[in-house]
């Protein structure tokens, strides 16, 4: 498992489950095959998904960009999002209760409070609706093996930053303790960070905008093999 630190948190990464957002819909732009032939530009998209509008912020764009690395543009570009949006089309297929995005090459997934991954005030425990939807990703991650899968814990405002700091990092844990320990992903694909309350992606003065900050991130994004693969198809070596 690689680890990078923010500070006095390890920095890492990736489909996002966020415990809060409530929609419920099908994918909206699953088909982007033909956008990786004309961007060549980093994965900024995907990135101010996971940590919202503070991409500016010390300690935070700068390592998560490195992990997500770049789009890769090309006739490559068209296979792996080929690749990915039949990916994206399979989770959507198997958890119905996600809201299931393509951005850039990567995959992100939101589950709400009531249908997904979510956990119960000050605990960390992955709790038995999370365990079910956990595996279902958890089988879609072993038939597409060639990606790799950054998470990322959030808190709301509640509590002291340092206390909501340690609680996040404890969330992003338990996510891919379990997809290592219990389902026999393996730990080199996984890149995990957490950042507390400092990332909100809504207003904390309100009990809706604190329910989608206590989230937890999963952005898939594809892997070297996957891209040097499809550079050797396209012949762009």
Request: glycine share 12%.
């Amino acid at each position: 498992m690689r680890t990078f630190f923010k500070k006095t948190a390890l920095v890492a990464l990736t489909v996002v489950l966020v415990a809060g957002l409530s929609s419920c819909e099908a994918t909206k732009n699953a088909n982007n095959a033909q956008k990786g032939a004309v961007i060549g530009t980093a994965g900024g998209a995907i990135l101010g998904a996971i940590i919202g509008n503070n991409t500016g912020k010390k300690g935070s764009g700068g390592e998560l960009g490195a992990v997500i690395g770049g789009v890769v543009g090309g006739t490559a570009g068209v296979l792996i999002g080929n690749k990915m949006d039949k990916q994206a089309q399979k989770i959507e297929e198997e958890i119905p209760g996600a809201k299931v995005e393509r951005i850039d090459d990567g995959i992100l997934v939101t589950f709400d409070e009531n249908s997904g991954v979510h956990f119960e005030t000050e605990k960390y425990n992955i709790n038995a609706t999370s365990e079910v939807l956990l595996t279902k990703l958890a089988n879609i991650l072993k038939e597409y093996p060639d990606t790799d899968v950054l998470v990322v814990g959030h808190t709301d405002s509640s509590g002291s930053a340092s206390y909501n700091m340690t609680l996040s990092e404890k969330r992003a844990y338990a996510v891919t303790n379990y997809f290592v320990n219990n389902k026999g992903l393996s730990s080199g694909r996984f890149t995990t960070t957490w950042f507390g309350e400092d990332q909100p992606i809504a207003d904390n003065d309100t009990a809706e905008g604190r329910a989608q900050n206590r989230r937890v991130n999963i952005a898939i994004v594809p892997n070297d093999k996957m891209i040097d693969d499809a550079k050797k198809e396209a012949g762009q070596n």
